[in-house]
């Protein structure tokens, strides 16, 4: 059942966590972009941005699970984790050169993400009322 009210301020930090999460990730795409049109650049833009994108999928996990104690909404720290682990195991594909995974799994973490992030917005984040 669904409680009426304002989004609590711990709603308002996965909003955050997953927006700036989701403009990371949009940027790897271009990095990894500029590297396959031959400036080896981009190679350590990806890099760096990799650090950054897996450390916010991290934190959004860790703001999830607050989400979930304080508001009793399990749904956004079961979708974040799924992202995270699609996340991490991107992450180690494109250190190992595994392409044949890293690219559409890379693909899919993105659309995921976004898919995640407009659920977050659109759905109430608001303390679920105790089932009675």
């Known amino acids: 059942m669904e409680s ?10 996965l909003r955050t966590a997953a927006s700036v999460h989701v403009v990371a990730i949009a940027g790897q795409p271009v990095f990894a972009g500029v590297y396959l049109s031959g400036d080896y650049d981009g190679l350590r833009l990806h890099a760096t941005g990799a ?11 860790v703001v999830a699970v607050v989400v979930w ?18 996340e991490t195991v991107q992450y180690f594909a494109g250190l190992d050169g ?13 659309a995921g993400l976004v898919v995640l992030v407009a659920a977050v917005w659109r759905r109430p984040l608001t303390r679920a009322a105790a089932d009675a």
């Open 51 to 61: 650090d950054v994108v897996t450390s916010l999928a991290y934190l959004q996990v």
């Open 69 to 86: 104690f304080r508001l009793r909404r399990a749904w956004p720290f079961l979708a974040t984790t799924a992202v995270a682990a699609a």
């Open 98 to 110: 595994a392409l044949w995974l890293h690219l559409p799994l890379g693909v899919l973490t993105v």
């Open 4 to 13: 009426t009210g304002k989004t609590r301020p711990v709603g308002w930090a």
